[in-house]
Antibody
Framework: EVQLVESGGGLVQPGRSLKLSCVAS????????MNWIRQAPGKGLEWVAYISSGSSYIYYAETVKGRFTISRDNAKNTLYLQMTSLRSEDTALYYC??????????WGQGVMVTVSS | DIQMTQSPASLSASLGETVTIECLASEDIYSNLAWYQQKPGKSPQLLIY???SLQDGVPSRFSGSESGTQYSLEINSLQSEDAATYFCQQHHDYPYTFGAGTKLELK
């Protein structure tokens, strides 16, 4: 069974940093591109970042470019999102998702990030 | 960036009815469109990819179609479990973008 489990969220002050993790199981993690997608409370979905299976290709949404860094450790079956210079508008539930295959076929349960003083 | 304009924002329908949700892409996305269902407190689930291909395990009452840059999700014979918010998403070019969502309520 494919599972994606995010962790690392919490309450953080504006301007501070936070690192999210997503541990994958049930599939060969190193064969798949991965993404972070977020959802502000009561709002829609916003794709944040993508990393290819071997980390050769990385893309970001303009809203996070220069502040967030996506990475992965295939030996640990883990996806990361390093977030710096956090803003109130980064407050959201952050999902990791597999794909595109096309489409994102598996999603984690999400981890909440709240940016507030 | 490619803009996805989704409509309606909400709709209410009865059990057994058929509903259609639409997404208009701001440019040609060459059928690279997915539909997701999200129930309250849950993660989104992929229903359809490549505009009309049904994801494994998704009931056949869900179908997708396209006409130019207009994409549609049709749900036939509505069931109670179909109450959810539905999102479209283009997977043609980065940044991948989503529609704003359609909240489907069952009467």
């Amino acid at each position: 069974e494919v599972q994606l489990v995010e962790s690392g969220g919490g309450l953080v002050q504006p301007g501070r940093s936070l690192k999210l993790s997503c541990v994958a199981s049930g599939f060969t993690f190193s064969n798949y591109g991965m993404n972070w997608i977020r959802q502000a409370p009561g709002k829609g979905l916003e794709w944040v970042a993508y990393i290819s299976s071997g980390s050769s290709y990385i893309y970001y949404a303009e809203t996070v470019k220069g502040r967030f860094t996506i990475s992965r450790d295939n030996a640990k079956n883990t996806l990361y999102l390093q977030m710096t210079s956090l803003r109130s508008e980064d407050t959201a539930l952050y999902y990791c998702a597999r794909g595109p295959l096309p489409g994102f076929d598996y999603w984690g349960q999400g981890v909440m990030v709240t940016v507030s003083s | 960036d490619i803009q996805m304009t989704q409509s309606p924002a909400s709709l209410s329908a009865s059990l057994g009815e058929t509903v259609t949700i639409e997404c208009l892409a701001s440019e040609d996305i060459y059928s690279n469109l997915a539909w997701y269902q999200q129930k309250p407190g849950k993660s989104p689930q992929l229903l359809i990819y490549d505009a009309s291909s049904l994801q494994d395990g998704v009931p056949s009452r869900f179908s997708g179609s396209e006409s130019g840059t207009q994409y549609s999700l049709e749900i036939n014979s509505l069931q109670s479990e179909d109450a959810a918010t539905y999102f479209c998403q283009q997977h043609h070019d980065y940044p991948y973008t989503f529609g704003a969502g359609t909240k489907l309520e069952l009467k």
